[in-house]
């Protein structure tokens, strides 16, 4: 009989740890979460404060007022999931399927045989349907946590800024032969025998990505024929971590998330740089590029597969428009946001507005698109509080979109 068949854990962890031991495919197009920006629809290329801008466009930080002081980020962090599977519902039901097949095989006796075993047969069938529903199942995930702190000049304002972004896949590979095999089991025609385990193919594969930045951005205002245009620049160093996860399910050891025999790492350097000029009344233009050095990193090879994730330039424009307690906004890609070369790319558009109803309470809402069709559409909102004469910010968001895509982002800002 096959003994010490440990498909619960495998799946459990598997499927659940590894879609999140990155600290978490749908994020806003960005390496970054700002609740306020996120809160409508993931934008800020124009519309971001001056505390915020080294995230989204760092020339926005020339845009601090003579009374605005240090600004510390500390943190903001989000997290977005598509699971149009409902994976995580499917890990807690075939958990219960696994034990009671493992249960009922660990205890068969003779006589089991020989009355047909039908608690194995059933056993036996269920779990065979359980992976018919889990076959070709995927979870993407996307996290982000960031520390800032932006110190405004009239000259030369300049802030640190530290960024852990992360992304994830992972997808179920379930073997036919498997199900044929339980299914034959279900069936009487086929009874367990010792090395049986030795035949099931059935596969897990995550691939995970964590990217961490260290920055030091700066901005300068400019007289371009005669009309002011801000740039700034934030060159950073960048470790990167890349998971390779591929191993049979039913061999599975959750000590071996972490192995080097799955992770391999990088160090290097890249630039992020941005523009924004005010035109007309009220209005205000922006362009970023993240990421400008192009860099292609290869994960180890496992079980004979191997990806590379692309880190390529985005480039990302956005027009917004300030009347009074109103902010409206809108930001299009110009590039694409891309991954693994094993995944599709994305090109976001985002559109939100802002309405301040009180000097500490701030509404938003916004909504996200990707012109790829890759990526889920979102709509976005929240709120933001601003007591004690603006020296403290929380500002909270929400989104949600078709195929169970769901996200939550917070930030926590101080003014000194």
Do not use: C
Request: net charge negative; no cysteine; charged share 20%.
């Amino acid at each position: 009989m096959v003994k010490n068949f440990p498909l619960r854990r495998t799946v459990s962890y598997s499927f659940v740890i590894n879609a999140f031991f990155v600290s978490s495919s749908v994020m806003a197009a960005g390496t970054w979460y700002d609740a306020r920006n996120d809160a409508m629809g993931g934008t800020g290329v124009a519309s971001s404060t001056y505390g915020s801008a080294v995230l989204a466009n760092p020339a926005l930080m020339t845009k601090a007022q003579p009374d605005d002081n240090v600004s510390i980020i500390f943190p903001s962090a989000g997290v977005q999931i598509t699971d149009k599977d409902k994976l995580v519902d499917k890990v807690d039901d075939i958990s219960n399927t696994v034990d009671r097949y493992q249960d009922v095989i660990d205890n068969l006796t003779i006589f089991d045989y020989l009355s047909g075993a039908p608690q194995l047969r059933a056993a036996a069938g269920d779990m065979a349907g359980h992976l018919r529903d889990l076959r070709d199942n995927e979870a993407h995930a996307n996290a982000a946590v960031s520390l800032a702190v932006t110190i405004p000049n009239e000259t030369l304002p300049f802030a640190f800024v530290t960024k852990a972004y992360g992304t994830v896949e992972v997808r179920a590979n379930v073997a036919q032969s498997d199900i044929d095999y339980l299914q034959g089991v279900a069936d009487g025609a086929v009874f367990p025998v010792p090395g049986d385990q030795d035949r099931l193919r059935s596969s897990a594969n995550g691939l995970a990505a964590l990217v961490t930045d260290y920055g030091v951005a700066v901005a300068h205002e400019f007289s371009i024929a005669g009309h002011p245009v801000s740039i700034g620049v934030t060159p950073k160093v960048q470790k990167t971590w890349l998971y390779n996860y591929t191993d049979s399910l039913y061999d599975y050891d959750k000590s071996d998330i972490n192995s080097s025999r799955y992770r391999t790492s990088d160090t290097g350097f890249n630039v992020d740089a941005g523009l924004a000029t005010s035109f007309a009344e009220n209005w205000t233009f922006g362009l970023t590029g993240q990421n400008l050095v192009s860099r292609d990193l290869d994960t180890k090879e496992v079980n004979g597969y191997r990806d590379t994730y692309q880190i390529r330039p985005l480039v990302t424009t956005g027009l917004a428009w300030n009347r009074g307690p109103f902010t409206a906004t809108a930001d299009v890609d110009l590039t694409q946001t891309k991954r693994f070369k094993s995944q599709d790319e994305s090109q976001y558009a985002a559109v939100g507005g802002e309405y301040r109803v009180l000097d500490w309470l701030q509404l938003r809402a916004g909504y996200r698109a990707d012109m790829k069709s890759t990526d889920e559409n979102v709509f976005t909102a929240g709120f933001g509080l601003s007591p004690f004469s603006n020296r403290v910010h929380l500002d909270l968001a929400g989104s949600v979109g078709d195929n169970n895509t769901w996200g939550a982002m917070a930030q926590l800002g101080f003014n000194f």
